[in-house]
């Protein structure tokens, strides 16, 4: 197995300009996530999906849309980039969101907005 | 809402001492803890995880306990090497997605 995986591993993009963080796993999982990191913040959740069709927001939602449309596959897209979005992003999956299931993680992607 | 805190924030010793680190949490309905490292630039990497009904967790020179009713745990690192230098979050999972502390950096001194 696989597990999480991320792409791509690092990203530089100009303030304005749209892109999609892609993220899979191969676990048959049905909870999926998405984090930020950000020095002297830690992990913010940004946005979560239960299953297929199903996605929630989480702490810091802003300027992020995230769909599933199979179970396998949670991408995050930024419309329309800006500074602020600068950070690492970690995608997380579970088997699902309650009960005492470990969470994977994949290696992140890097993000730079110009 | 569930709140994760991380006491030291920062942490120096020297090789071989033996060190605590220490996690609290708010709400104690909790189905586990898990405890992280990060080294600079890199992911996450799974350390221990602690269900509730559990009270510690061993691998190695790690050992993590979690006591739940007052919100702590507890993550014990025996006979520190230079290598063990990194940042060390941790995590509770309860009905709610997965909530950080923000972590502790551990220098360890050669």
């Known amino acids: 197995n696989a597990g999480v995986t991320q792409t791509p591993k690092f990203q530089v993009l100009k303030t304005g300009q749209s892109m999609t963080l892609q993220c899979a796993q191969d676990?048959?999982?049905?909870?999926m996530s998405w984090y930020r990191q950000d020095p002297g913040m830690g992990l913010r959740l940004i946005h979560y999906?239960?299953?297929?069709?199903?996605?929630d927001q989480g702490e810091v939602p802003n300027g992020y849309n995230v769909s599933r449309s199979t179970t396998e596959d949670f991408p995050l897209r930024l419309l329309s980039a800006a500074p602020s979005q600068t950070s690492v992003y970690f995608c997380?999956?579970?088997?699902?969101?309650?009960?005492?299931?470990?969470?994977?993680f994949g290696p992140g992607t890097r993000l730079t907005v110009l | 809402k569930q709140e994760v805190t991380q006491i030291p924030a920062a942490l120096s010793v020297p090789e071989g001492e033996n060190l605590v680190l220490n996690c609290s949490f708010t709400?104690?309905?909790?189905?586990?803890l898990q405890w992280f490292r990060q080294d600079p630039g890199k992911g996450l990497t799974s350390l221990l995880l602690?269900?509730?009904?559990?009270r510690e967790q061993t691998s190695g020179r790690l050992n993590a306990s979690l006591d739940k009713s007052s919100g702590r745990s507890t993550l014990y690192i025996a006979a520190s090497q230079p290598g063990d230098s990194a940042t060390y979050l941790c995590?509770?999972?309860?009905?709610?997605?997965?909530?950080f502390g923000k972590g502790t950096r551990l220098s360890v001194i050669a």
């Open positions: 997380a999956s579970s088997s699902a969101l309650k009960g005492h299931n470990e969470q994977f």
């Open positions: 676990m048959n999982h049905e909870y």
């Open positions: 999906s239960v299953g297929a069709g199903i996605t």
């Open positions: 709400d104690s309905a909790i189905y586990n």
């Open positions: 602690i269900q509730s009904s559990q």
């Open positions: 995590a509770v999972k309860g009905n709610t997605p997965l909530v």
